[in-house]
């Protein structure tokens, strides 16, 4: 089967990113059946954990604690009517 390189659209950040013809042979030897959704850089920041700004430092929100109701930073987007908690009410 001969593969193209595809241009993909991240999910995660909106930015094109190529999907190659080496990646795509890749895939299909390992089975996979979907193609990737998301960037190289947003793949990386999604396996360690976290965002990141471009110099590698974490990316924190700020949220409101559910237990005790202090401000708090949290390093992912706080999702509404799911609960957050700071470093000492998590403890």
């Known amino acids: 089967m001969e593969f193209q390189d595809k241009v993909l659209a991240c999910r995660e950040c909106g930015k094109e990113f190529l999907f190659s013809a080496g990646e795509q042979a890749f895939y299909s030897e390992k089975g996979f059946q979907h193609q990737p959704s998301r ?32 401000e708090t930073q949290v390093p992912f987007k706080p999702t509404p009517g799911k609960p957050v908690y700071c470093r000492d009410c998590y403890a």
């Open 39 to 70: 960037c190289k850089d947003c793949r990386v920041a999604r396996r360690s954990g976290g965002e990141r700004t471009p110099a590698g430092e974490r990316q924190l929100f700020p949220a409101i604690c559910t237990a005790c109701g202090k």
